[in-house]
């Protein structure tokens, strides 16, 4: 599944059929859908993989005053190991640690919530991220925003 966001040449037009009929209303409120999804399951103690990488929760240690450590959660976006290979990324290895389970989105609760067919959110997500592969691709910044 990730496979697809490993991209040798420059993602074309046609390869996005979904996002050319959508106005970008709508393709907010496909990714507001996903990112309310996401921070449901998070709250689960649940991480979220969507292809290009993965949304979770992670214990950390962070220094409060003297040196003392405290232990916090923080929400991460950890990119697909293959994907930073491929495009040659530098980010610092992150693990999920094992008893996190890790679920795929689920394109049809998605979908019922925002009134959309579950075919048209699951492309237009696919095809957003597929832009984004073709971002890092072609080395251009990119800004991806989720609340």
């Known amino acids: 599944k990730m496979q697809k966001y490993l991209l040798y040449n420059a993602v074309e037009p046609e390869e996005l059929p979904t996002l050319r009929e959508l106005s970008t209303m709508e393709i907010c409120k496909v990714w507001s859908g996903m990112s309310r999804y996401i921070y449901k399951q998070l709250l689960q103690k649940t991480a979220v993989e969507i292809g ?13 005053g003297e040196g003392k450590l405290l232990p916090v959660e923080r929400p991460m976006f950890i990119l697909s190991k293959p994907l930073k290979m491929f495009y040659n990324l530098e980010s610092e290895e992150t693990k999920i640690p094992d008893e996190i389970p890790v679920v795929q989105p689920d394109f049809e609760e998605i979908a019922a919530e925002i009134h959309f067919r579950h075919e048209i959110v699951e492309h237009c997500v696919q095809e957003t991220l597929l832009c984004f592969a073709g971002a890092l691709r072609d080395n251009k910044e990119v800004e991806f925003s989720l609340r």
Request: aromatic residues 8%.
């Open 52 to 64: 290009v990488g993965t949304f979770a929760v992670l214990p950390v240690h962070a220094t409060v």
